[in-house]
T-cell receptor, first 112, second 113 residues
Framework: KQEVTQIPAALSVPEGENLVLNCSFTDSAIYNLQWFRQDPGKGLTSLLLIQSSQREQTSGRLNASLDKSSGRSTLYIAASQPGDSATYLCAVYLYNFNKFYFGSGTKLNVKP | DADVTQTPRNRITKTGKRIMLECSQTKGHDRMYWYRQDPGLGLRLIYYSFDVKDINKGEISDGYSVSRQAQAKFSLSLESAIPNQTALYFC????????????FGPGTRLLVL
């Protein structure tokens, strides 16, 4: 069974700081890895999707990397802002099982 | 308009009641999913469907049932609600074509008393 772990569970940083969120997975035979943002009591908004053949994806101040051999992905947020405060979840898709597996998320608080 | 909608958005019910959560999508995707989210836990898969005639159990299907009425509609039922089914429920769709991103609805917050 695929296990997806996100560390830390919570993170508090001052505004303007660059930060890295981590996601690790046990089965490297993934089809893709997707990062989501979730605001309190709300749905999941897709931030970035990295295909299995890719090493990274960028969108604005966000950069996600993927290293399948080590079972790791990182989400880099540059120049953090209070509006970035949310829970960030990663999910991997295993083609052999036709399922997505989610981490429990990292709750980010960016202080003004 | 949102691509994936869920109704109701909030629901309070009593133990033993049967309730239905509904999901509709306009993305034209064949694949639809129901998840539940509990505080401190990731999303857990309840049921999924790859087309109208294909329904599959997820990791926590006990106490739930689903109906795929059409490509665009996928409903989740709690046959006899119990308090530990209190959670946030999400519907999602995915495009079967590579790289298969998922798209989520806004969620239904369910409280079982």
């Amino acid at each position: 069974k695929q296990e997806v772990t996100q560390i830390p569970a919570a993170l508090s940083v001052p505004e303007g700081e660059n930060l890295v969120l981590n996601c690790s997975f046990t089965d490297s035979a993934i089809y893709n890895l997707q990062w989501f943002r979730q605001d309190p009591g709300k749905g999941l908004t897709s931030l970035l999707l990295i295909q299995s053949s890719q090493r990274e994806q960028t969108s604005g101040r966000l950069n996600a990397s993927l290293d399948k051999s080590s079972g790791r992905s990182t989400l880099y947020i540059a120049a953090s802002q209070p509006g970035d405060s949310a829970t960030y979840l990663c999910a991997v898709y295993l083609y052999n099982f036709n399922k997505f597996y989610f981490g429990s998320g990292t709750k980010l608080n960016v202080k003004p | 308009d949102a691509d994936v909608t869920q109704t109701p958005r909030n629901r309070i019910t009593k133990t033993g009641k049967r309730i239905m959560l509904e999901c509709s999508q306009t993305k034209g995707h064949d694949r639809m999913y129901w998840y539940r989210q509990d505080p401190g836990l990731g999303l857990r898969l309840i049921y999924y469907s790859f087309d109208v005639k294909d329904i599959n159990k997820g990791e926590i299907s006990d106490g739930y049932s689903v109906s795929r009425q059409a490509q665009a509609k996928f409903s989740l039922s709690l046959e006899s609600a119990i308090p530990n089914q209190t959670a946030l429920y999400f519907c999602a769709t995915s495009d079967p074509r590579y790289p298969q991103p998922q798209y989520f609805g806004p969620g239904t917050r369910l409280l079982v008393l």
